[in-house]
């Protein structure tokens, strides 16, 4: 059974600053992993996909990336503005079916 | 751009009543899934749909759930009859293929 742990929980960080988010999975059979942003009471929405195929993925300021050996991927945020703070979930889908399996999300806050 | 869409975004109800969630996935999509949060938990699968019907299911998607494809745009979530663990955050969600899965803002169920 596929689990999905992300470190560190919550992270405060002062605007400008650059920060890694990070997320781990116990099932290497992964597909593709996505990258999602939610705000407080609010939907999921998808920030990057990486493919199994490949390592990295970028849009903006964000660049995500993914070790399927370790089963470890990232999400990387480049000068932090306060509108970034929000949860950022990561999400992975299996080889074998067609959902999901959600980590716990890490809340970001970046101070002004 | 298209999005999917969830009505409505805050439904009330007794325990016992049936209540119907509803979706409109992106028009061109063929895959359709909902999910669930619990308030300060993690986002889980429910249900998987495709060439109309359940392609996959959690534990969860007990007899007191069901879906629907009633006409070629909705995609509905029946609840039969409602528990107070079942209030949570419904995501419905769409894909054209095994990629990127776009959710809708919600619909947050509140059984009381």
């Known amino acids: 059974k596929q689990e999905v742990t992300q470190i560190p929980a919550a992270l405060s960080v002062p605007e400008g600053e650059n920060l890694v988010l990070n997320c781990s999975f116990t099932?290497?059979?992964?597909?593709?992993l996505q990258w999602f942003r939610q705000d407080p009471g609010k939907g999921l929405t998808s920030l990057l996909l990486?493919?199994?195929?490949?390592r990295e993925q970028t849009s903006g300021r964000l660049n995500a990336s993914l070790d399927k050996s370790s089963g470890r991927s990232t999400l990387y945020i480049a000068a932090s503005q306060p509108g970034d703070s929000a949860t950022y979930l990561c999400?992975?889908?299996?080889?074998?079916?067609?959902?999901?399996?959600f980590g716990a999300g890490t809340i970001l806050r970046v101070k002004s | 751009e298209p999005e999917v869409t969830q009505t409505p975004s805050h439904q009330v109800t007794q325990m016992g009543q049936e209540v119907i969630l509803r979706c409109v996935p992106i028009?061109?999509?063929?895959?359709f899934y909902w999910y669930r949060q619990i308030l300060g938990q993690k986002v889980e699968f429910l249900v998987s749909?495709?060439?109309?019907?359940?392609?996959?299911k959690s534990e969860i998607f007990d007899d007191q759930f069901s879906v629907e494809r009633p006409d070629g745009s909705n995609f509905t979530l029946k609840i039969r009859s409602t528990k107070l663990e079942d209030s949570a955050m419904y995501f419905c969600?769409?894909?054209?293929?095994?990629?990127?899965?776009?959710f809708g803002a919600g619909t947050r169920l509140s059984v009381l």
């Open positions: 990486i493919q199994s195929s490949q």
């Open positions: 028009s061109n999509h063929l895959y």
């Open positions: 999400a992975g889908l299996m080889e074998y079916g067609n959902k999901l399996v």
């Open positions: 969600a769409s894909s054209l293929a095994k990629n990127i899965q776009y």
């Open positions: 749909f495709y060439n109309n019907e359940i392609s996959e």
């Open positions: 099932d290497s059979a992964i597909y593709n």
